[in-house]
């Protein structure tokens, strides 16, 4: 059997109660944390541009709802990762969209994104040592929609496995300059969700796709991973949830600046208010992650014209903004506050230090990639090599170890960071972190309902509706429905 065929018949036939009252219970809090970054993403100017173009978030055709509620949801960063992918603009806003349409009921929601979460983190798993991850691998949409589709559609396992092979027939692959320097980034999750539903729509006409297209050596794999882990995509299915890998976001930004702006906010406290000429210099140490993906945005990135795109990913600005505000809300990617020239004298005095440290503890986690080092043991040198280069290479490796988890019951995502405040007054004030609030690590294991109540209202929900979020698993079809069209209202 295919190792496609095996993840689509597991995953057709999941139900409410094969998932573990912990697994649910974050499902519940992801489709509230995701709901909250598509109305942050409806109410910015770039977003209402895109409902201009292709409509309002629910429309009569599920289809062109769920490419709007993904493309929503995906570019402010505000969107929700895991082991492995940005999972829930695809496997939150599907099957949103289709449960909203074909009336499903509050178990059959939580089930479809579960489902759709395992098929999309496991398939991004498999090719997470490639050339693509984060927002970049945008294949994790192309199974988290068609998942998150027909397990509300309640297809069986074969148009399931005929709708995934014409989905990754033509697998899409970004280019960095217009994810980086354009509005196209508002099209990473939109563009892989209108494919999917059109391998869906031909899956149930009868057109076959290649069910072996993952492994064969023609195949996914072979072009989207440096060293292909298969094995990712059917280990543990039904004990090993890659759900609860899931780290949420409280504020926009790329997943490696999370930490330096947790401690940015906490300095602003600690300090008080101050003026960008009260401070010397910042200093931010972090893991070679945060400065990779700092290096890829920098050269895009010139005040404030620069693009959104670039801008999320870049550490000086949100640090910054952070230090002066007390804080950072979508409100700072835009004009007025997006042009104020203190931020961004204060940004030219951030500067990124790598923490050798911080990089341990990164590959010694499951998230972002420090399971697929564990499981690709030897084979990952040369990825690594590439990624790190050499000493921290082997940093890395030595951190992952070569255990696979068992399971994820405690994972974690340490994408950590040291900020360092030099004042122009001799004081020096300092503070670090090593899990992100809300990523994944025991904090959010047991907080993540009461976090995620407070990013949806800080968005502009209501708060009866983000509390009901807590009675999903008992809603019956006509409450969920109302509820949905309550929460994007």
């Not at 050596?217 to 072009?223: A, H």
């Not at 004298?345 to 972002?368: G, I, M, Q």
Request: with cysteine; hydrophobic share 45%.
């Amino acid at each position: 059997m295919s190792i496609l065929k095996e993840l689509c018949r597991w995953a057709a036939w999941l139900r409410p109660e094969d998932i573990p009252p912990r697994v649910r219970a974050l499902a519940s809090s992801q489709l509230l944390s995701q709901l909250a970054s598509i109305r942050a993403g409806a109410a910015h100017p770039l977003g209402r541009r895109l409902i201009e173009g292709f409509g309002p978030p629910l429309q009569a055709d599920p289809r062109n709802s769920a490419c709007v509620l993904a493309g929503l949801g995906s570019w402010l960063n505000l969107d929700d990762t895991a082991y492995a992918g940005h999972l829930s603009n695809s496997t939150v806003s599907v099957p949103l969209a289709f449960a909203h349409a074909r009336g499903l009921d509050g178990p059959g929601l939580l089930t479809a994104v579960v489902a759709a979460n395992e098929c999309a983190a496991r398939i991004t798993a498999a090719a997470t040592l490639g050339p693509l991850r984060g927002h970049s691998a945008v294949h994790t949409h192309l199974a988290g929609a068609v998942t998150g589709r027909l397990h509300c559609e309640g297809a069986d396992d074969a148009v399931w496995s005929n709708a995934l092979g014409l989905a990754f027939a033509m697998p899409n692959w970004p280019l960095m300059r217009a994810f980086l320097a354009s509005d196209a980034r508002l099209f990473n999750t939109f563009t892989p969700v209108r494919t999917a539903m059109d391998s869906c729509d031909a899956a149930r006409a009868g057109l076959r796709g290649a069910v072996d297209i993952l492994e064969h050596p023609d195949g996914f794999l072979d072009r989207f991973a440096s060293v292909p882990l298969p094995d990712a995509v059917s280990a543990g299915l039904g004990e090993r949830w890659h759900t609860e890998t899931l780290s949420f976001k409280l504020h926009p930004g790329g997943p490696g600046i999370d930490a330096a702006v947790d401690c940015a906010t906490a300095l602003y406290r600690r300090i008080g208010p101050c003026r960008p000429e009260d401070i010397e210099e910042v200093v931010v140490e972090a893991s070679l992650y945060t400065l990779f993906a700092g290096k890829k945005a920098a050269s895009y990135v010139a005040g404030p014209g620069s693009p959104l795109g670039a801008l999320v990913l870049h550490t000086p600005y949100p640090v910054a903004t952070a230090l002066l505000t007390g804080g950072l809300t979508v409100n700072d990617f835009a004009a007025p506050l997006l042009n104020e020239r203190a931020r961004w004298d204060l940004a030219e005095r951030v500067r990124l230090v790598h923490d050798p440290e911080l990089t341990k503890a990164l590959f010694a986690s499951e998230a972002p990639f420090g399971e697929a080092v564990r499981q690709a043991g030897k084979a990952a040198g040369p990825w690594l090599r590439a990624f790190a280069g050499d000493e921290a290479a082997e940093l890395a490796r030595d951190a992952a170890g070569d255990r696979e988890r068992a399971t994820f019951a405690s994972s974690a995502k340490a994408t950590g960071a040291r900020v360092t405040v030099r004042l122009t007054d001799g004081r020096t004030v300092s503070q670090q972190r090593l899990i992100p609030m809300a990523a994944a690590g025991p904090h959010t294991r047991a907080h993540h309902a009461e976090l995620m109540r407070e990013k949806f209202v800080e968005f502009g929900g209501a708060p009866d509706v983000a509390d009901a979020a807590a009675d999903l698993e008992s809603m019956d079809a006509d409450a969920l429905q109302s509820w949905i069209e309550a929460a994007l209202r």
